[in-house]
């Protein structure tokens, strides 16, 4: 599986305000951008916290692009996964529509009434970990359905985790023209953070997108590997 993470931060790094509030760092030609990653992507990836504070949809904005997939033999949308150890994904979230599949990774730990809860609101539910969704593990299921191309969008608590679990293969980071500051604010790689050895990037590309840059970084390896 290719795993490619993308993120739109400010210059000094936040994803969003202390309030976790969206901002909007990037204009149309990166959204255009992003919809075009999501079109050639198999699935969409998010942590259960993005849910909880954006209520994404994550299908494809430009309806030739759905045309397109379909005209390869493709779902119109690709699948959309959800990180969310304990299924506290609200069943009434706009991701749980029929406009694409939809896979809520839980661990074994969620209850039986909850797994049926999200089932019943239109998810797949996949049990992976224990106590907290193993990355590896999900990854593996979500590859045993077809899914090749990885596109995901965030939160920093779940790009920080593939990060360490050395799952990424790209970095896309789109870095905007405005400063969000505070020490309280998400950046693109929360949780503990590394401290003695780092996931390495090799920039492959740099492009001036409306008015920011967007850095593309192949991954060179394993944290632990550095």
Known sequence: ?????????????????????????????????????????????????????????LTLDDPSRRQEREARGD?????????????????????????????VVVADETTATR??????????VLVAGDEQVSLPEALA???ERGVDD???????????????????????????SLVIGGRDAPTVADGPGFVESFPRLSLREVTHIDDGVLLQYDVMGRPEEQ
């Open 75 to 103: 779902p119109r949308n690709p699948a959309r996964v959800v990180v969310d150890s304990s299924g506290r994904t609200p069943l009434d979230a706009r991701i749980l529509d029929d406009e694409a599949t939809t896979y």
């Open 1 to 57: 599986m290719h795993v490619v993470v993308n993120a739109a931060a400010s210059a000094d790094g936040k994803l969003s305000t202390r309030r976790r509030e969206q901002v909007e760092i990037s204009g149309s030609d990166d959204f255009a951008r992003v919809d075009r990653l999501r079109a050639t992507s198999d699935a969409v990836l998010v942590g259960v916290g993005t849910v909880l504070a954006d209520d994404p949809h």
């Open 141 to 143: 299921k979500l590859d």
């Open 115 to 124: 797994k049926a809860a999200l089932e019943d609101a239109g998810a797949e």
């Open 150 to 176: 990885l596109m995901v969008e965030g939160g920093g608590e779940i790009i920080y985790s593939l990060f360490a679990a050395g799952l990424v293969d790209e970095l896309s980071l789109y870095v905007g």
